[in-house]
């Protein structure tokens, strides 16, 4: 699976962006998407998931630092995972990144190091 991030900008606080992540690979509906960020002189973190769980729903889960001014969403018809940030902050200013893992992981989808594929990063810089 190859991934490519886009929609990074310079934003003002309090204003919205919208970041897409385009998926290469003919079974992305059995992916877990997922949206990290780096911030500078920071550790990467989570920010948002979807994942297909056994009941063949997807579900999104956030950050307490985000829930309620993002919202994860998917196309599998079109393979992309999009990240609509409202609100913003300026700590909200990182490399913002896409990761897939197969669905069905146990393991818990803030997990960085169970994503197997990763986008290459784009930028958002919230200004105060």
């Known amino acids: 699976v190859q991934l490519q991030a886009s929609g990074g900008g310079l934003v003002q606080a309090g204003g919205s962006l919208r970041l897409s992540c385009a998926a290469s690979?003919?079974?992305?509906?059995?992916?877990?998407m997922g949206w990290f960020r780096q911030a500078p002189g920071k550790e990467r973190e989570f920010v948002a998931t979807t994942t297909w769980r056994s009941d063949r729903l997807y579900y999104a889960d956030y950050a307490d630092s985000v829930k309620g001014r993002f919202t994860i969403s998917r196309d599998n018809a079109k393979n992309t995972v999009s990240l609509q940030m409202n609100s913003l902050k300026p700590e909200d200013t990182a490399v913002y990144y896409c990761a897939a893992r197969s669905a069905l992981n146990p393991t818990h989808v803030n997990d960085e190091s169970t994503y197997d594929y990763w986008g290459q990063g784009t930028l958002v810089t919230v200004s105060s």
């Open positions: 690979g003919r079974t992305f509906n059995k992916y877990d």
